[in-house]
T-cell receptor, first 113, second 116 residues
């Protein structure tokens, strides 16, 4: 069955520190992978996606993610976190035929000044 | 350009009542999705429309839930005999026509449904 696991429910970092949010997936074929961000009262916004090709993908707001097939992972990284990055982050896998998204439970990021 | 819009933004109803939630997708997007996000959870897929037809309704939890998209644009999610467990944020998303290429889904702000 298709599934996404985000092991960290809540992460706290200091502003300027580096960040890595973990995501593991289960999917029968090469997955389409996404990272979305959800700020309080805001809709889901796409940060980046992996479809094929280069396994290191760049996104908006300085985020990047690396697809590692051997580890079934798609971790999100940012070298220096800003206070405005505080939000809920969701990893998702997309079904090939319908593009419906299967989301993880999310990781809440808190940033201290 | 306009994004995905959803109305109402908030809906409070009583147990057993009927509710309708509306989604206006981005103009020209033929694919439309409904998701439900319960507190502390990620969104869960409910139903997918390609044009006017429901191409995948495997996520609808039971027969109290129904969705339509009669003209291939606006969609309405209908919930009969609401239960307290239906309380959640209902999200709508739309996408350009070609499936299977990881095209981005654009999400609306959601409708927060509270069943008392």
């Amino acid at each position: 069955a298709q599934s996404v696991t985000q092991p960290d429910i809540h992460i706290t970092v200091s502003e300027g520190a580096s960040l890595e949010l973990r995501c593991n997936y289960s999917y029968g074929a090469t997955p389409y992978l996404f990272w979305y961000v959800q700020s309080p009262g805001q809709g889901l916004q796409l940060l980046l996606k992996y479809f094929s090709g280069d396994t290191l993908v760049q996104g908006i707001k300085g985020f990047e993610a690396e697809f590692k097939r051997s580890q079934s992972s798609f971790n999100l990284r940012k070298p220096s976190v800003h206070w405005s990055d505080a939000a809920e982050y969701f990893c998702a896998v997309g079904a090939h035929n319908t593009d419906k998204l299967i989301f993880g439970t999310g990781t809440r990021l808190q940033v201290f000044p | 350009g306009a994004g995905v819009s959803q109305t109402p933004s908030n809906k409070v109803t009583e147990k057993g009542k009927y509710v309708e939630l509306r989604c206006d997708p981005i103009s020209g997007h033929t694919a439309l999705y409904w998701y439900r996000q319960s507190l502390g959870q990620g969104p869960e897929f409910l139903i997918y429309f390609q044009g006017t037809g429901a191409a995948d309704d495997s996520g609808l939890p039971n027969d109290r839930f129904f969705a339509v998209r009669p003209e291939g644009s606006v969609s309405t999610l209908k919930i009969q005999r609401t239960e307290r467990g239906d309380s959640a944020v209902y999200l709508c998303a739309s996408r350009q026509s070609i499936a299977g290429r990881g095209n981005e889904q654009f999400f609306g702000p959601g409708t927060r449904l509270t069943v008392l």
